[in-house]
């Protein structure tokens, strides 16, 4: 093992850019838990994934890569001898995981932050001169490709033209040069002041990460926090105060009560307010959380339901030495709601009669799995809720069922089964193979299905996983019509080992490992590995293929198949696919919202292949002008209002502001659900058309 990175973070620290006008920031260094942690989960992924992958030099180097690629994935910060100094170590840290010991990713990390210090100072040394906007000049938007700098000269030319492309936009949104600076100068200096927050569980999070997804790209290691993030994810609650914080200007700010929740209930917060000490208790001591980080502020507020927290606060109205006041709060439990199941109803017009089609929207396949093995009958599960919702949309009278699963990551694999036997009742839904070949047939065993009228699903990319279960176990069953964009292809099965039960260690320290453990395949035999489900009825969408999806990944399992599993499938939807196409071609082609959607992801896609933009003022005008007066045309036919693009990022703008943007997309009008929605009116129409032609020929029949 060679011992030149033991000197590599001091290299750098010493030699600093002439620009730098800060002090280094703080020098991070491994805790002995962490390298443990390591050790632990090396023997755990060698042993126990579906795909074998040895912690040899092989890994060692893609390890290498992925955690380099995290740090600076667009090729901005690094010089290319920091990196060929880095990769001077890229065989090495299988060896220095299995000795516990973790400085080579450390002194990448140092090097990682006094490269952003660098270029943040640098950039803010650029804002003191005028930039020329008449010459003919492009910025590269897509450098994950690109080669890192050279030199520093070649970096500050890479960053002269960042700071004046950020300088165009502002100035494009109509901002004087005076704001323009100020914006500018408080952006960068927000990404310096992020930097000195970094702490050694950051650095370790960032490094297990490009381990784990070494092995496969949905292997990943929850330290502490992000162990807790995602058991809120699942449980879809928590204890605390009900309040969704941010951080603006270094205050922890209330953005949204949650109705019911505590803070909403007391009267004594409104949004906007900011927090500036947190105490324990009726009469712990406050302390100061003022430019504190956001995940620190949240988890000093969140705790056991039923206990007391004390906040500082400054009013919303109040200036920065404005009068504080301190309020108590009892915490509580919090439903996450807007990530649970919800419903609506759309009346879609299908000739002469109107349908009425039920959209359930299904965030994430959220499941309580610690109060279900607790016995609680109660526990939060999407199909239960799905269930409910079902039942109001038969009270309603609903002719048909709309499942939208766009951007649902997936979740919990029994909750995927589940929600399917809500509507194809008893039968297998999923075939799972483990690491030793053996396949195992997971099936409903809901005696009857709860809705068995017409129905379809709404998938986009972002659709994977347990969305991909449950819309390829609809579409083989026959028994709904599957709209969209293909789905991500993730057909593999994680489980979350806690690495702490395994040694038997009473203190979490060593945090959970997400271990793909099984491929799972469509009851037809095949699998949505890397090829997703592909829609019935194809609708446009938005993301680039090439950048997002399992095909993205160079490590992803290959496709394969099965035997099918016994099971009945229906030729329903298929009789009809040929009448439902027809329809949704002839119906597209008169729709202008559809038509100017096709013209946008038409432009997107154009803009990406082209991978640069114009520095040149005259040009980007013109290209304004042409954007504005397609809204402009939007808005006198009534789909939605000019968002624009006032150049400034999240956080630049007032709070009302940053609300009001984010209402109004939500708001916009959705046109793919619309078609989707259509596209079910018809399906059901065509339904009820079979229906009663069967129903008079069986009539003619009995009356012979």
């Known amino acids: 093992m060679r011992i030149a990175y033991v000197f590599f973070g001091a290299f750098l620290a010493i030699a600093q850019s002439a620009y730098a006008e800060v002090a280094s920031p703080p020098v991070l260094a491994p805790l002995k838990r962490q390298a443990q942690a390591a050790e632990l989960s090396a023997q755990f992924l060698s042993r126990y994934s579906y795909k074998s992958v040895p912690l040899d030099d092989a890994l060692s180097a893609r390890i290498m890569d992925g955690f ?239 206990s007391v927290v004390r906040l500082d606060i400054l009013p919303a109205d109040a200036g920065a030495d404005g009068t504080h006041r301190v309020i108590s709060l009892v915490r509580d439990k919090i439903s996450l709601d807007k990530q649970a199941a919800r419903k609506t109803v759309l009346s879609v017009k299908v000739g002469e009669s109107t349908r009425k089609i039920g959209i359930i929207t299904l965030p994430v396949f959220y499941e309580d799995f610690e109060a279900k093995r607790k016995g609680d009958e109660d526990y939060k599960s999407a199909s239960r809720d799905v269930a409910k919702l079902l039942d109001e949309l038969k009270e309603e009278k609903v002719d048909s069922v709309l499942i939208d699963l766009r951007n649902n990551g997936g979740g919990s694999l029994d909750e995927a089964i589940d929600l399917t036997g809500l509507f194809i009742g008893n039968g297998p839904v999923v075939q799972q193979r483990g690491s030793d070949g053996k396949v195992e047939v997971r099936s409903s065993e809901l005696a009857a299905p709860v809705w068995t009228g017409s129905m379809g699903v709404l998938i986009n990319r972002g659709s994977a996983s347990a969305s991909e279960i449950f819309a390829a176990a609809i579409q083989d069953y026959g028994r709904g019509v599957i709209v969209g964009e293909p789905s991500f292809g993730k057909g593999t099965v994680q489980t979350v080992v806690d690495l702490d039960q395994i040694v038997r260690n009473s203190k979490p320290e060593y945090g959970e490992l997400k271990v793909t453990i099984a491929q799972f395949f469509r009851v037809n035999g095949g699998t949505t590995q890397l090829r997703g489900v592909t829609p019935d009825i194809s609708l446009p969408g938005l993301s680039d293929p090439t950048s997002f999806g399992e095909t993205s990944y160079d490590n992803a399992l290959p496709w394969a198949e099965i035997k099918p599993a016994k099971y009945a499938p229906a030729d329903t939807v298929t009789t009809l696919l040929p009448t439902l196409q027809s329809r949704h071609d002839a119906r597209i082609k008169s729709d202008p919202d559809f038509q100017r959607l096709l013209k946008d992801i038409a432009d997107l896609k154009a803009q990406r292949e082209k991978g640069v933009i114009s520095l040149n003022e005259a040009e980007r005008r013109k290209e304004a002008a042409a954007r504005e007066k397609r809204f402009k045309d939007r808005a006198e036919a009534g789909d939605g209002e000019d968002l624009g693009d006032d150049g400034l990022e999240a956080g630049e703008r007032s709070l009302s502001a940053d609300i009001a943007i984010e209402n109004a997309r939500k708001n916009a009008k959705d046109v793919l659900l619309d078609e989707a929605a259509a596209i079910l009116a018809d399906e059901a129409d065509l339904q009820q058309g079979v229906l009663k032609a069967a129903t008079k020929q069986t009539g003619k029949t009995d009356g012979k």
Request: overall charge negative; charged content about 30%; glycine content about 6%.
């Open 68 to 306: 380099i690629k995290s740090l600076d994935p667009d090729r901005m910060l690094f010089l290319q001898a920091d990196v060929d100094r880095f990769m001077s170590d890229r065989n090495e840290i299988d060896d220095a995981i299995e000795r516990k010991d973790l400085k080579i990713p450390f002194a990448i990390f140092n090097a990682y932050e006094q490269r952003v210090v660098d270029r943040m100072n640098y950039a803010r040394s650029l804002l003191k001169q005028n930039f020329d906007f008449s010459a003919q000049e492009n910025y590269s938007v897509l450098r994950d490709k690109e080669p890192w700098p050279q030199s520093e000269a070649e970096s500050n030319e890479l960053w002269r033209k960042r700071v004046k492309s950020d300088w165009l936009r502002l100035k494009l949104g109509g901002k004087t040069d005076a704001a323009i600076r100020e914006t500018l100068d408080k952006r960068y200096e927000n990404t310096l002041e992020r930097v000195y927050k970094f702490k050694s569980d950051d650095v370790f999070q960032s490094f297990m990460d490009a381990y784990a997804t070494s092995i496969d790209p949905h292997t990943d290691y929850f330290g502490a926090a992000a162990s807790a993030d995602f058991n809120v994810s699942m449980k879809l609650s928590l204890f605390g105060i009900g309040a969704v914080l941010q951080e603006r200007d270094d205050y922890t700010t209330i953005r949204e009560l949650v109705p019911g929740g505590p803070a909403q209930l007391s009267g004594k917060l409104a949004v906007g307010d900011r927090i500036t000490g947190v105490g324990q208790g009726k009469d712990g001591a406050i302390k100061e959380v003022v430019g504190t980080r956001l995940d620190e502020v949240v988890q000093m507020i969140r705790g056991k339901k039923g």
